[in-house]
């Protein structure tokens, strides 16, 4: 059980910090730099900060399905994923989106019955 926990404080401490570093790092570098000046055309570069976090995402909750029995307890995920990904499509704000992936994920897991 040690482990689990330290393994999931790794694992937001490592969100914490990326995503520290995708939102300061632009306002640390000087305007004359190449790299900021890539980073604001949408050269490659611009695409690493949400992929790392895509990434990081995938690594918590990957495990978590792969340990799931049952339907009941597949269909929290599945809907509040889907109920995430159609959240951004329609609105595009991530943060909008994360927040109805979460209500859905926990009104579908009480309807399940999961977990309490």
Same mark, same amino acid.
């Not at 640390?28 to 055309?41: D, F, G, Q």
């Not at 790392?52 to 029995?69: E, H, K, R």
């Not at 509040?80 to 994360?98: D, E, F």
């Given at each position: 059980?040690?482990?689990?926990?330290?393994?999931? *404080?790794? %694992?937001?401490?490592?969100?914490?910090?990326?995503?520290?570093?995708?939102?300061?790092?632009?306002?640390?570098?000087?305007?004359?730099?190449?790299?900021?000046?890539?980073?604001?055309?949408? %050269?490659?570069?611009?695409?690493?900060?949400?992929?790392? &976090?895509?990434?990081? %995402?995938?690594?918590?909750?990957?495990?978590?399905?792969?340990?799931?029995?049952?339907?009941?307890?597949?269909?929290?995920?599945?809907?509040?994923?889907?109920?995430?990904?159609?959240?951004?499509?329609? *609105?595009?704000?991530?943060? &909008?989106?994360?927040?109805?992936?979460?209500?859905?994920?926990?009104?579908?897991?009480?309807?399940?019955?999961?977990?309490?």
């Amino acid at each position: 059980m040690i482990g689990g926990e330290l393994g999931f *404080w790794g %694992a937001v401490i490592a969100m914490a910090v990326i995503t520290y570093l995708t939102r300061a790092l632009p306002f640390m570098l000087s305007n004359r730099s190449r790299l900021r000046r890539r980073l604001a055309e949408g %050269a490659s570069l611009a695409a690493l900060g949400p992929a790392l &976090l895509a990434g990081i %995402a995938a690594a918590v909750i990957v495990p978590d399905i792969l340990a799931l029995q049952g339907l009941s307890q597949f269909l929290p995920y599945a809907g509040g994923l889907l109920a995430t990904a159609l959240s951004v499509r329609r *609105w595009g704000n991530s943060g &909008l989106a994360v927040i109805i992936g979460v209500v859905v994920y926990g009104g579908l897991l009480m309807l399940a019955g999961v977990g309490g």
